[in-house]
């Protein structure tokens, strides 16, 4: 763990090379001395998790390591230029990957306003990871019986409205969406489950909304509910 100290001048020395550096341009080793330093503890730390067989105890490692790239994170998108940065894409992943949302998406807010890249070894854009990952944890978390905070999906759903992506990624994530707030917002369930089927009929939503059609026949009063907010590709 980086000391205060260093953390703070790492935190100043990405906000001022990514400041100075022309909005779309890479900042790496030669242009920034705080990127030197985090991208050499980046190589070192996934050369770690290489050896790790585990998912499980990737996870666990990625959950050790990630605060030591928080100040650097922080500094760079303080300096809100866009400049395309490799290690941004990886703390993002590694962020999703250990359920921290609160930390993920603010970072790919910054990456997709910017129209940033991933780095070269992930097979997705951002908006598809962005949208998929969460959407899967939250699948897997309901069919576990576990909770999953429905304001991460509304969120991811908000970030990535506007990106293009597969339509089965989008109709996944308006399943597990749908499938989430069956029990405290039918209506609105429904409405997602519903979506998810335009968008791919074989997304597995179909008995979901076949119960909660009948669900929704014997409820008294009124539950139609209200269009969800226009968003791109919804």
């Known amino acids: 763990m ?7 001048l790492m935190r100043v020395q990405a906000a001022q090379a990514t400041a100075n550096a022309a909005p779309g341009a890479a900042v790496d080793r030669s242009t920034s001395q705080a990127h030197a330093l985090i991208r050499a503890k980046l190589d ?9 067989q585990s998912v499980e105890r990737k996870i666990d490692a990625k959950r050790e390591l ?9 500094g760079v998108i303080a300096g809100g230029q866009g400049v395309q940065d490799d290690v941004l894409g990886y703390v993002l992943c590694w962020r999703i990957d250990v359920g921290d949302f609160a930390g993920a998406l603010p970072i790919a807010r910054y990456v997709l306003t ?3 890249s991933m780095p070269d070894r992930f097979q997705r854009t951002t908006a598809t990871l962005v949208a ?31 990106y293009d ?10 399943f597990a969406l749908g499938r ?13 489950l519903r979506r998810a089927v335009e968008l791919h ?34």
């Open 165 to 174: 992506m597969p339509d089965q990624v989008r109709a996944k994530l308006h």
């Open 2 to 8: 980086p000391s205060p100290a260093l953390e703070h």
């Open 114 to 116: 910017h129209n940033l």
């Open 180 to 192: 989430l707030l069956a029990e405290t917002e039918p209506g609105g369930a429904l409405v997602y």
């Open 132 to 162: 998929e990952e969460p959407a899967e944890q939250a699948l897997k978390a309901y069919t576990a019986g576990k909770p999953f905070d429905v304001a991460v999906l509304r969120e991811v759903m908000d970030v990535t409205g506007p």
């Open 201 to 234: 009929d074989k997304v597995g939503a179909k008995k979901d909304i076949e119960q909660l059609e009948r669900r929704l026949r014997h409820l008294p009063g009124d539950h139609a509910a209200p269009e969800p907010p226009p968003q791109g590709g919804t």
């Open 44 to 52: 070192t730390d996934r050369r770690r998790l290489k050896l790790l």
């Open 66 to 74: 990630l605060p030591d790239y928080e100040a650097y994170v922080s």
